[in-house]
């Protein structure tokens, strides 16, 4: 149980293009998912959670409308990053959980780069 | 605040030797959890284990041991017989109770064969 996927796995894009990163919780329901970003050989940074229905609280020096979070049912949450430049290319990871208090299960990631 | 501290940034051994890996919290809660996650080449963070603050018990899952000391606020992960499967990044991780998961830096695991 607690499977997370994500999708895509890995993107290529081009300077100043919207790229959409699903994230599902597959066998529970997930009332809060968190998106993380990780730096090669560095640990996890928490950009921002969503509870189900509600905006999506972002960590400080997240810009909220370059990373646009909508998390619209109990099993999708996904992150746009918008306008994207080379700066944004990194490893985005999200998790789910049952509740907000409960264990995070996170999904394989997506590899972003901008060209 | 919380804070977790994994001091060993790699360790390499050779197959089957058993290996700890450390991990020191600071928090100012009597109610945390502790959690520890692997993560292999692929990316995907496994989720390995999740202790609360009020259960000392250390844990045994296979080859997999956990010691957690409140005394000394650790939470160290042993594998024993290690395997080359074995190999990944292991993050410890804090929370607190109402706060966000907070991680280690990670511990770059190698197992030679």
């Known amino acids: 149980g607690a499977v997370v996927s994500q999708h895509p796995s890995r993107v290529i894009c081009k300077s100043g293009t919207s790229v959409k990163i699903e994230c599902r919780s597959l066998d529970f329901q997930a009332t809060t998912m968190f998106w993380y970003r990780q730096f090669p050989k560095q640990s996890l940074m928490l950009m921002a959670t969503?509870?189900?229905?509600?905006?999506?609280?972002?960590e400080q020096g997240v810009e909220k409308d370059k990373f646009l979070i909508n998390h619209a049912s109990l099993t999708l949450s996904t992150l746009t990053v918008t306008s994207a430049h080379p700066e944004d290319s990194s490893f985005y990871i999200c998790?789910?959980?049952?509740?907000?208090?409960?264990?995070?299960?996170f999904g394989p990631g997506t590899r972003l780069l901008v060209l | 605040a919380q804070k977790v501290t994994q001091a060993q940034t790699e360790i390499s051994v050779v197959e089957k030797e058993d290996v700890t890996l450390d991990c020191v919290y600071e928090t100012r809660d009597t109610t945390y959890y502790l959690f520890w996650y692997k993560q292999p080449p692929s990316g995907e963070l496994v989720f390995l284990i999740r202790r609360n603050s009020f259960d000392e018990q250390n844990e045994i899952s296979g080859r997999y041991s956990w010691n957690f000391q409140k005394s000394t606020s650790s939470f160290n992960f042993t594998i024993t017989a290690s395997q080359v499967v074995d190999s990944a990044v292991y993050f410890c991780?804090?929370?607190?109770?109402?706060?966000?998961?907070?991680f280690g830096q990670g511990t770059r695991l190698t197992i030679n064969p």
């Open positions: 969503s509870n189900e229905g509600s905006k999506a609280t972002y």
């Open positions: 991780a804090l929370r607190e109770v109402a706060q966000k998961l907070v």
């Open positions: 998790s789910a959980s049952a509740g907000s208090q409960e264990t995070q299960y």
